[in-house]
């Protein structure tokens, strides 16, 4: 059975620094993995989505990193600001069906 | 730019009753999930269709809960009776094909439930 694990489960960094989220899931048969924003209370926004046979994928500051064989992927922000306070969810898309981790809460503070 | 709709965003109910929670998907897309998010957690699959038809309700409590798409459009999700650990967000998705698992799934809004 898959399973998904995210840490640190928050973060609290000053604005402007650069920052790394981690996921890390224990079967490396995977289609894709994903990472996820979530306000407080909605829903869930995609912001990068990497397929196995790559290595990252890169929007406007963020970039995801995936290396299969261990099991790792890295989500980095660049220069951060206090719009990008959300939870973070990573997700991994099996045979059968996506299974998320429990998320990282970030709050970028003024 | 197209969305998932969902309603009603919030509903509180007494243990026992019956709830219904209502998702129209983008249009064209032929692939939706429910998925239900306890507080703290990241969501879980309850139930997903091709079209009309289920490809997986495993993590479905079939005892109390039904999904249906009837004409592969808009899903109707409901439980019956409802209990007190079902409180929690449930949400909707949609992605455009038949499942490849190389496409993005786009999220509704939820619909946060509350059963005292």
């Known amino acids: 059975k898959q399973e998904v694990t995210q840490i640190p489960a928050a973060l609290s960094v000053p604005e402007g620094e650069n920052l790394v989220l981690n996921c890390s899931f224990t079967?490396?048969?995977?289609?894709?993995l994903q990472w996820f924003r979530q306000d407080p209370g909605k829903g869930l926004t995609s912001l990068l989505l990497?397929?196995?046979?790559?290595r990252e994928q890169t929007s406007g500051r963020l970039n995801a990193s995936l290396d299969k064989s261990s099991g790792r992927s890295t989500l980095y922000i660049a220069a951060s600001q206090p719009g990008d306070s959300a939870t973070y969810l990573c997700?991994?898309?099996?045979?059968?069906?996506?299974?998320f981790g429990q998320g990282t809460r970030l709050t970028i503070n003024p | 730019e197209a969305e998932v709709a969902q309603s009603p965003r919030y509903k509180i109910t007494e243990k026992s009753q019956a709830v219904a929670f209502w998702c129209d998907p983008i249009?064209?897309?032929?692939?939706l999930y429910w998925y239900r998010q306890i507080l703290g957690q990241g969501p879980e699959l309850l139930v997903q269709?091709?079209?009309?038809?289920?490809?997986?309700d495993s993590q479905l409590p079939k005892d109390r809960f039904s999904a249906e798409r009837l004409k592969g459009v808009d899903s109707t999700l409901k439980i019956q009776p409802a209990e007190l650990g079902d409180s929690a967000m449930y949400l909707c998705?949609?992605?455009?094909?038949?499942?490849?698992?190389?496409?993005?799934?786009?999220f509704g809004p939820g619909t946060r439930l509350l059963v005292l």
């Open positions: 998705a949609s992605s455009l094909a038949a499942w490849t698992g190389l496409e993005t799934q786009y």
């Open positions: 079967d490396s048969a995977i289609y894709n």
């Open positions: 990497i397929q196995s046979s790559q």
């Open positions: 997700a991994v898309q099996g045979a059968q069906k996506l299974v």
């Open positions: 249009s064209g897309h032929a692939t």
């Open positions: 269709f091709q079209d009309e038809s289920v490809v997986d």
